[in-house]
């Protein structure tokens, strides 16, 4: 609040700021009820090689508004990290992920993993890791066909906790990537401590791949990493032949992103999953 920057701080409130505040209390109140009335859903986006043989996929949480149609995770996935919120939806998003490994696997088909976004508050909850056994419990689903994407921020402070809960979690046969790499601060030291499987390289690099010399130096960093700390790396965001090539040419093995396809409702990706690739 501007009061609490001393009497002499003079701030300016504009009216699209005072419109922007009553819309992120709209949505907050909104999202406290759009579990409990059905609203939310997953949506699934394969992972595939070059060739785009389907090799995992992530799962993506999907809003839809009654009257205003869908909303971008981008939008409201901040708003329940600042509220408290993340918590019942997360654990929804994972339970949900965990059924749906479980019937693909029941149809027949199947997926090497599937990945489920983590957000920072909700690792960091002390019981985030039975909270993770108690649905793979209730489930039935297959840890070791199961990823959870970590970010950079949360891996970075508190070290100590993440590493030991990183640890339980790879025990359980959980497969453990950094979503987003790239955009953080995380060191080599770090890296090289934490029990990690994957680097999921940013979009915002594979992007500007084809017009950015440095951001081409960077993607070709972090794949040549990846590859020294025996990690594996997938290209986030891959939009074009382009971009497919260069990555594939620096070593990349694995990548997701609308060329191949869109994230897709389950009935889309159990029909691509029944022929195993995508079209792109
Ligand atoms: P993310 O985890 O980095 O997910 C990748 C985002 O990139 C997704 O956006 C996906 O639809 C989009 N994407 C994939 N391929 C392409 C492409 O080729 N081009 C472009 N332009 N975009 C592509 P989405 O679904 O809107 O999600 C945005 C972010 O919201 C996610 O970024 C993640 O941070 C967060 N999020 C989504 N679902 C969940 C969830 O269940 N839990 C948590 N904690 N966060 C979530
Ligand atoms: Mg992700
Ligand atoms: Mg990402
Ligand atoms: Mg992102």
Redesign the pocket.
């Known amino acids: 609040r501007a009061k609490d920057d001393g009497r002499d701080t003079i701030r300016f409130f504009l009216p699209s700021m005072q419109a922007a505040a009553d819309n992120r209390l709209a949505i907050e109140k909104e999202l406290r009820h759009a579990l409990d009335r059905g609203e939310l859903s997953?949506?699934f986006?394969p992972q595939v090689n070059s060739r785009g043989t389907i090799l995992g996929a992530?799962?993506?949480?999907?809003w839809k508004h009654p009257e205003k149609g869908y909303i971008?995770?981008?939008t409201f996935?901040p708003i329940a990290?600042a509220t408290g919120l993340?918590l019942p939806?997360?654990e929804w998003?994972l339970q949900t992920a965990c059924e749906h490994l479980k019937d693909w696997n029941n149809q027949g088909l199947s997926v090497h993993h599937l990945a489920?976004?983590?957000?920072p508050r909700?690792f960091r909850q002390p019981n985030f890791i039975s909270q993770v056994q108690t649905i793979l419990d209730k489930t039935g689903a297959d840890p070791r066909q199961l990823g959870l994407?970590l970010t950079e921020g949360m891996v970075i402070d508190n070290i100590l906790d993440t590493i030991e809960k990183m640890e339980a979690l790879k025990k359980m046969g959980i497969e453990l990537s950094i979503?987003?790499f790239g955009t953080g601060y995380s060191s080599l030291t770090y890296l090289k401590k934490m029990p990690l499987d994957i680097l999921?390289i940013?979009?915002s690099f594979v992007?500007d791949i084809e017009t950015d010399s440095n951001d081409a130096a960077i993607v070709d960093t972090i794949i040549s990493m990846a590859t020294h700390l025996d990690l594996k790396v997938i290209a986030?965001?891959?939009?074009t032949k382009y971009e497919l090539e260069f990555l594939e040419g620096k070593g990349c093995p694995l990548f997701?992103?609308?060329?191949f396809s869109?994230?897709v409702a389950n009935e889309t990706f159990v029909e691509l999953l029944k022929t195993g690739k995508t079209q792109g």
């Open positions: 997953l949506n986006q992530e799962t993506l949480v999907r971008s995770p981008a996935i990290e993340i939806i997360g998003v489920v976004n983590v957000s909700q994407e979503d987003d999921k940013d979009q992007h986030e965001g891959v939009e997701q992103g609308y060329l869109k994230p």
